[in-house]
């Protein structure tokens, strides 16, 4: 099982965006400089979300855009907006969600990462922890918080 | 042998949690099964499954009338023990049958 990596680079805290593409854009620009994905990758991200939207009705509402293709290194980012962008909800794709937590993922092979998966689905469902998500003033106490939650599973 | 499809739209994150939680769950019930990973897409003509569970809403239908179930309780945590209770008593029924 291999670990998933992020880093300082790819926290977010109170991200200054206005729509999906420019919260899309500017995340996949840097997996792109950092090499973690191919120049496709934002467009195949928007595409899955349009078709399979990934807006979930946690306890704080989030969203996981993730796709797998034009992926070189699986990784994630964390972003926390300023103000509320649109999600569809994956249960529900008729419905909209206003989410200002953004778990964006790209993964190569799933089968490598179900524990860190499953581990993260539990942080979904924590109030808690989205609150001090949401709360986070900057980049650093984001990766404090994934740090604690996610001990031993990220690189 | 209990053989369940697990159907999502892009196919990671969502299809690994639920699948791998729910060969926990059979396996605890000690149910032999197999899990075969889907698209949504595919849905309709899905031949060799006793069961589909899908992690996305989706209004698809299976030509053979094989029943399908909404597991998104599965990965978020709501409505959990209500799904898993259904799960079970669908699947009790599925292997009565044979």
């Known amino acids: 099982m291999s670990k998933l990596t992020t880093s300082l680079e790819f926290m977010m805290a109170n991200l200054n965006v206005s729509s999906q593409e420019e919260l899309f854009d500017a995340i996949c620009r840097m997996a792109e400089e950092t090499g973690f994905v191919l120049p496709g990758f934002c467009r195949e991200l928007t595409a899955r979300e349009k078709e399979f939207p990934t807006g979930l009705q946690t306890p704080i509402p989030i969203a996981i855009p993730h796709v797998g293709t034009s992926c070189v290194k699986s990784f994630f980012s964390l972003a926390t907006l300023k103000q509320p962008i649109l999600f569809n909800n994956m249960a529900d794709p008729e419905e909209s969600l206003p989410v200002r937590i953004v778990f964006l993922f790209g993964i190569v092979d799933p089968s490598e990462q179900v524990n860190i998966l499953r581990k993260l689905s539990e942080i979904f469902q924590k109030k808690e922890t989205l609150e001090a998500i949401s709360k986070a003033k900057s980049n650093i106490e984001l990766m404090e918080i994934m740090n604690h939650e996610l001990k031993g599973y990220i690189a | ?98």
């Open chain 2, 1 to 98: 042998m209990l053989r369940l499809v697990v159907a999502c739209g892009g196919g990671i994150f969502t299809t690994t949690v639920v699948t791998d939680r729910i060969k926990e769950i059979l396996r605890k019930e000690r149910i032999q099964h197999s899990v075969t990973p889907h698209k949504i897409t595919e849905i309709a003509g899905i031949m060799d499954a006793d069961l589909i569970i899908v992690t996305g809403k989706t209004s698809a239908t299976n030509r053979m009338g094989i029943p399908i179930m909404l597991g998104m309780a599965l990965f978020t945590g709501v409505g959990e023990s209500e799904f898993i209770e259904e799960f079970l008593k669908k699947v009790k029924e599925i292997e009565g049958s044979k």
